[in-house]
């Protein structure tokens, strides 16, 4: 199975990519979503262990664990330790019953791939991108969202230019949807054709 990891920095569209994909029919693992239910399961107990008060209801408040790890390496190590190891099990076991369904492609949809090792883990990296006038108007549209917070945020991630020169492919999200639509069929055809070699 060749394992794709898709990536690009706020802003960039990488959801919608990834719909994209499910929409030509290839397996797309969402890491958020994964994290969002550990948060609301299997993470909660040692999360709240090591940051006291970010659980409510037996559930990860995100905002309050934002602030206690953004800007602190240390409380981001201490998090990643945590949540990453579930994240790379519950990936596992999802590759496995898609292999035995005879899937021959999956998309790791990994916001921070670059920025966790995880491009080692991969056969083929598909990076999201728009120039950066986009991505600040996109992110600062968003509910609750800051130039300070953006900055805090873009801080934490690799460059774009960064991400497009490790890339083996690229889906420009800002030359409208047909477009971004194309060059993923394109992508997939592309894995399709070294799959078959």
């Known amino acids: 199975m060749l394992r794709v990891g898709l990536t690009g920095s706020i802003g960039m569209g990488k959801s ?39 659980a409510v209801d037996g559930v990860v408040d995100r905002a309050r664990l934002a602030a206690r790890v953004l800007d602190d390496s240390a409380a981001l190590k201490r998090l990643e330790a ?9 990936r596992d ?4 019953e898609r292999e035995a369904k005879g899937d021959r492609i999956i998309v790791f949809d990994i916001p921070l791939l670059f920025e966790t090792g995880g491009e080692k883990d991969v056969d083929a990296i598909v990076v999201v991108t728009a120039p950066e006038t986009v991505q600040k108007a996109r992110v600062l549209a968003r509910s609750g969202m800051t130039e300070e917070k953006f900055a805090a945020i873009l801080r934490k991630q690799t460059p774009d230019s960064q991400k497009r020169a490790r890339a083996d492919f690229i889906v420009h999200t800002d030359k409208g949807m047909d477009a971004a639509r194309e060059e993923v069929r394109n992508i997939v055809k592309a894995l399709q054709a070294r799959l078959d070699k």
């Open 16 to 54: 919608t990519t990834a719909d994209m994909f499910r929409a030509e029919g290839i397996t797309v693992l969402d890491s958020d979503k994964l994290v969002h239910d550990l948060y609301r399961g299997a993470a909660v107990a040692a999360i709240e262990r090591a940051f006291p008060g970010v």
């Open 93 to 96: 076991a999802l590759v496995k």
């Open 82 to 90: 945590i949540v990453h190891p579930l994240v790379f099990a519950a």
